[in-house]
T-cell receptor, first 115, second 114 residues
Framework: GAGVSQTPSNKVTEKGKYVELRCDPI?????LYWYRQSLGQGPEFLIY????????DSGLPNDRFFAVRPEGSVSTLKIQRTERGDSAVYLC?????????????FGPGTRLLVL | GENVEQHPSTLSVQEGDSAVIKCTYS??????FPWYKQELGKGPQLIID?????GEKKDQRIAVTLNKTAKHFSLHITETQPEDSAVYFC?????????????FGRGTSLIVHP
C-alpha cells in the first residue's frame, strides 16, 4: 500500500513569506507527527495529532508555526513570516495510534530553503 | 526534557565486520527505544525497537540491548553489507497521550566498504 507522502518535495521561499507543507498519512493511521531535521541532526519533534486534535504541540518553536488536521487525515504545517533559520527538512510520520502499536512510518520530507 | 547522546558520529567498517552504535539517555521515564535507518533523500525507517521491560532483542543480523540502570542502549549489526551504509538514529521515547514521542540522537553515519 501507499506510504506517507509529503508535498512539495522541495520549497524555496524568501524571508518573511508564508509557507504550507502538506502530509498525507497512511490510510487508517489515526496518529500523525511532524518533525524538523536540520543538516547533520536527528529529527526534532514538533507536534503530534491524534485524530483531528493536537495531542502534544510542545515541540513547536514559536507562534509562527501552526499545524492543522481538520478531517483527521491530511495535515498541513504552516509557517508564517519565515526566517532563514527555518531552513530544514520537515518530516511527517504516521502510526496506527492505538493498541500499543507505536511504529512511526516516515514520509520522504519537504526540504524548505528560506533565502 | 529527554537528552539522547549517540556515538560514534561516523563508523567505517569492512564488509562482513560487525558494527556497534551506542546511545545514552537522561530521563528514566523513557520506556520505548526505536532505531531508525535513514538513506540519503529519504525519511527514517524503523529497523528495530525495544521496550524498557526487555534487555535484548534480535532480528536476523540486527540486535539491540538495553541497560535501564545505566540508561544506555546499543545497536549491533553483524556481517555488515554495503547496503547497510546509511545514517542510523537511536531514540528514547516518552509516553504522551496515546502515543510515544521520541527524542533522537544526532545520528551515526555507517560506511561499509566492499
Amino acid at each position: 500500500g501507499a506510504g506517507v507522502s509529503q508535498t512539495p518535495s522541495n520549497k524555496v521561499t524568501e524571508k518573511g513569506k508564508y509557507v504550507e507543507l502538506r502530509c498525507d498519512p497512511i490510510s487508517g493511521h489515526t496518529a500523525l507527527y511532524w518533525y524538523r531535521q536540520s543538516l547533520g541532526q536527528g529529527p526534532e519533534f514538533l507536534i503530534y495529532f491524534q485524530g483531528t486534535g493536537a495531542a502534544d504541540d510542545s515541540g513547536l518553536p514559536n507562534d509562527r508555526f501552526f499545524a492543522v488536521r481538520p478531517e483527521g487525515s491530511v495535515s498541513t504545517l504552516k509557517i508564517q513570516r519565515t526566517e532563514r533559520g527555518d531552513s530544514a527538512v520537515y518530516l511527517c510520520a504516521s502510526s496506527l495510534g492505538w493498541g500499543g502499536e507505536e511504529t512511526q512510518y516516515f514520509g520522504p520530507g519537504t526540504r524548505l530553503l528560506v533565502l | 526534557g529527554e537528552n539522547v547522546e549517540q556515538h560514534p558520529s561516523t563508523l567505517s567498517v569492512q564488509e562482513g565486520d560487525s558494527a556497534v552504535i551506542k546511545c545514552t539517555y537522561s530521563d528514566s521515564a523513557s520506556n520505548y527505544f526505536p532505531w531508525y535507518k535513514q538513506e540519503l533523500g529519504k525519511g527514517p525507517q524503523l529497523i528495530i525497537d525495544i521496550r524498557s521491560n526487555v534487555g535484548e532483542k534480535k532480528d536476523q543480523r540486527i540486535a539491540v540491548t538495553l541497560n535501564k540502570t545505566a540508561k544506555h542502549f546499543s545497536l549491533h549489526i553483524t556481517e555488515t553489507q554495503p547496503e547497510d551504509s546509511a545514517v542510523y538514529f537511536c531514540a528514547a521515547s516518552l509516553r504522551s497521550g496515546g502515543s510515544y514521542i521520541p527524542t533522537f540522537g544526532r545520528g551515526t553515519s555507517l560506511i561499509v566498504h566492499p
